[in-house]
Nanobody
Framework: QVQLAESGGGLVQAGDSLRLSCAASGRTFSSYTVAWFRQAPGKERLLVGAISGSGDDTYYVESVKGRFTISRDNAKNTVYLQMNSLKPEDTALYYC??????????????????????WGQGTQVTVSS
C-alpha cells in the first residue's frame, strides 16, 4: 500500500477553478491506478475519474467530462485533479485512492470505492453560487 495525502481544496465561486493534489509515498507509485472520488453530505462516495499508472489512460464520469482533468507526475509521486468551470453541485469532500488493479482502463467505468485499499484523508471543495 501507499500513503496518500490530498491538498488544494477550498471555497470558490461558481465558474472558478481549483487544482487538487494527491501526494503519495512509496517507490512503486507508477504501478498504481489512482482515482478521485467525492462524497457530498449524506450521499455515497462516488467516482469522479481515474488515471492509469503510466498516465496514458484516463476516465471521467459524465458529469465532470470536459471540466475536470486528471494528470500525474510519477517522478514527484503526485496525481492532480484540475477542476474548471466549477458548479455548486461539485461541492463535496474529495478523496484520492490508489491500488494496483488487475485490469486495464477499459474497466474504469465500473470502479467503486471497494476497489481501492489506499485512501487519503480528503479535502473539502465548496462551490458557492
Amino acid at each position: 500500500q501507499v500513503q496518500l495525502a490530498e491538498s488544494g481544496g477550498g471555497l470558490v465561486q461558481a465558474g472558478d477553478s481549483l487544482r487538487l493534489s494527491c501526494a503519495a509515498s512509496g517507490r512503486t507509485f507508477s504501478s498504481y491506478t489512482v482515482a478521485w472520488f467525492r462524497q457530498a453530505p449524506g450521499k455515497e462516495r462516488l467516482l469522479v475519474g481515474a488515471i492509469s499508472g503510466s498516465g496514458d489512460d484516463t476516465y471521467y464520469v459524465e458529469s465532470v467530462k470536459g471540466r475536470f482533468t486528471i494528470s500525474r507526475d510519477n517522478a514527484k509521486n503526485t496525481v492532480y485533479l484540475q477542476m474548471n468551470s466549477l458548479k455548486p453541485e461539485d461541492t463535496a469532500l474529495y478523496y484520492c485512492a490508489a491500488d494496483i488493479l488487475g485490469y486495464g482502463s477499459a474497466w474504469y467505468d465500473a470502479l467503486t470505492w471497494a476497489d481501492f485499499q489506499s485512501w487519503g484523508q480528503g479535502t473539502q471543495v465548496t462551490v458557492s453560487s
